[in-house]
């Protein structure tokens, strides 16, 4: 008996050599030496083997796999008969496979057991296709020096291409797998998926592809992961279905990339995803939520067209300076945010009359964004609330034709955009609405669209006003509870939550309500100089209004002052600062007489800045 033992392959140690030796080369005798290493004809490692010989050799040892099953599958005893068919495997590790291998030539189209091609070394083209494997099948570690063909293959259980290099053509066309992983494989070219079905779960985590990659399947029914994957060449999603999550986090996208009509029903995951090549979402449709948290895009890139049903988030992400953005008749129907994104290059969003880009249930969210260069950022006919832009400065953002929902200074439509702050739950969502007013105002007034930068102005004065009410009102609730806790106190309690609260500075009281009277004031009279007609009739109103006081309290010398239409006539002369006799008489009449001196210029002047902002050009 021969004491040849096969060298199989350098880098494994002798236990798994021994196993090897046991099922793989079994009775194969030494074939010869390459490198000073002996090898069976399997193993042995030169690709000018002889091929004939080998060809033999694998026929014959998948004949006997074959007879091995037809005697066990003729057992009446099922356990048995399970237990030696699960034992039964085509075992072809670390074989180093002739040229222009083909299945077919050794078996018929179904392989019933399991099959090891772990390891193995295909020298030259291989096929594998047309056949089923309706048991597990393996090639981790595989190596295919030339084209590999997979055509209308079948994996009806698990199938593993973990670290398999493919230095060639790759053709899984029409193949139809259950779980299947190619994680850590590598596709020196052409990587070809079209019309795949994945039925269960795939793994594709730092998958590697130097080539162009078609991975245009039919559907992929189970979760999908591309985590860590490269893509040096163009890769083609389009258009295809995604069942459950998929997920591209921390992928590398060096080419163009197209996502073209592809459905996403359970949720996509991008984060940490870099794109720099032309990115393609045309038609995309994300049903669940879409994550591309901390992604970076460098190059044009297109949601033109596409859906996004639930939540899209952008936050963090980075567009660079040589992007192109652009969201033209995207549809969003849920809350969208863009908070902490860098935007370097130009990015659109673009819409249509009859088209609604942000859904009444949308809410945008820019907060803490990095505009390099402002008047890159577009909004064209589309739908906006001023509290989308808190804590963002949008002074320099390109407005052309948007509606503008919520912006009239109205009581209703402050409330609303408070409560929207309020269910993002920021903080201090007065001042910052106000501010962001602000902000879109003079955006507004920059570029002469006068009404909206009025409507601006007034809903930032507004909210101030609503909020001062608000710090009033509570003050005032507070008065009854502080009234409780004296009485407790002066009744023996001791109690933390009965102490006294710290007393309030006098100055501050007074300096509070005056900054209320004078907010109160300049509301009223003009609405914030907004308002020409509200300030054209409290103007009117001043004649009256004095002549009235002078009747009622004025005491002129002589009392030369008879009826109502002389103290009108009067009231009228000091509006026009004519200084009319008699002079005011008096402490009581001095101050009225003072009064409508100081308002008549003030109202005049409040009148000629409404007309102004209503009308400049």
């Known amino acids: 008996m021969s004491e040849f033992k096969c060298y199989v392959v350098k880098g494994i140690n002798e236990h798994k050599k021994d196993d090897i030796r046991k099922n793989v080369c079994q009775d194969l005798e030494r074939y010869g ?5 002996e090898y069976c ?3 042995y490692p030169d690709e000018n083997k002889n091929k004939n010989e080998f060809n033999t050799a694998v026929k014959k040892r998948i004949n006997e796999i074959d007879r091995k099953i037809e005697i066990f599958n003729k057992l009446k005893n099922k356990d048995k008969k399970h237990n030696l068919l699960s034992k039964t495997s085509y075992d072809f590790r670390f074989v180093c496979f002739t040229s222009n291998f083909t299945l077919s030539d050794y078996q018929e189209e179904e392989i019933k057991v399991n099959s090891d091609f772990s390891n193995a070394v295909f020298l030259d083209n291989a096929s594998f296709s047309n056949t089923i494997f309706l048991k597990k099948v393996h090639f981790t570690n595989a190596k295919f020096h030339g084209n590999a063909s997979f055509f209308q293959s079948f994996f009806l259980e698990e199938a593993n291409f973990e670290n398999t290099k493919f230095n060639g053509d790759v053709s899984f066309q029409e193949a139809e797998f259950c779980k299947v992983s190619f994680s850590g494989s590598r596709f020196a070219d052409l990587a070809d998926f079209f019309n795949v079905t994945f039925k269960a779960d795939t793994n594709f985590a730092s998958t590697i592809f130097n080539g162009e990659a078609r991975l245009t399947a039919r559907e992929y029914q189970g979760k999908t992961n591309f985590h860590s994957a490269k893509f040096d060449k163009l890769a083609k999603f389009d258009p295809t279905i995604f069942r459950e999550k998929v997920y591209f986090h921390s992928a590398k996208f060096n080419s163009e990339v197209d996502f073209y009509l592809v459905q996403f029903e359970s949720g996509a995951v991008f984060n940490s995803t870099i794109f720099n090549g032309t990115v393609n979402f045309k038609r995309t449709c994300f049903h669940k939520f879409a994550s591309f948290h901390f992604s970076t895009f460098s190059q044009r890139t297109s949601f033109d067209n596409a859906g996004f049903l639930a939540h899209a988030n952008f936050s963090q992400v980075t567009f660079e300076e040589e992007s192109i953005t652009s969201f033209y008749l995207t549809h969003f129907h849920n809350h969208v945010s863009f908070q902490d994104s860098i935007f370097a290059g130009y990015f ?10 942000f859904s009444d249930k949308v809410s945008l969210d820019l907060q803490d964004t990095r505009i390099k260069k402002d008047e890159k950022v577009s909004f064209h006919t589309v739908r906006l609330l ?19 929902e919520n912006h009239t200074g109205s009581k209703k439509d402050i409330e609303n955009e408070i409560q929207n702050l309020k269910t993002r739950k920021i903080p201090t969502p007065y001042k910052l609405l106000s501010i962001a007013c602000r902000q879109l105002a003079e955006n507004a007034e920059n570029n002469r669209i006068y009404e ?5 102005r007034k809903m930032a004065f507004e909210t101030g006003w609503l909020e001062k009410k608000e710090k009033i009102s509570n003050w005032i609730n507070d008065l009854i509870p502080e009234n409780e806790k004296l009485k407790r106190r002066f009744s023996g309690s001791n109690d933390e939550k009965d ?3 710290p007393p309030i500075n006098s100055f501050g009281i007074f300096r509070r309500s005056g900054d209320f009277f004078i907010h109160w004031l300049y509301r009223i009279t003009s609405f914030y100089g907004e308002s020409w007609i509200r300030a054209l009739f409290w103007f009117i109103l001043i004649c009256p209004i004095f002549a009235l006081l002078y009747y009622l309290f004025g005491n002129f010398e002589k009392d030369s002052l008879k009826g109502i239409e002389e103290f009108l006539a009067y009231s009228l002369q000091v509006m026009t600062l004519q200084r009319p ?5 008096g402490l009581l009449a001095t101050l009225i007489y003072s009064l409508e001196i100081i308002f008549t210029p003030t109202q005049l002047a409040l009148l000629a800045l409404a007309l102004r902002r209503k009308f400049m050009r």
């Open 348 to 357: 659109a969003f673009k819409g249509m009359d009859k088209q609604v880009i």
């Open 386 to 404: 001023p509290s989308w832009f808190v804590n963002t400065d949008s002074r320099k953002f390109i407005f052309t034709a948007c509606q503008w």
């Open 33 to 37: 030496e390459f490198e000073a290493k």
């Open 499 to 501: 102490k006294a609260n």
């Open 41 to 43: 004809l399997f193993h």
């Open 452 to 456: 909206d930068a009025s409507n601006f």
């Open 581 to 585: 006799e008699p002079k005011p008489d």
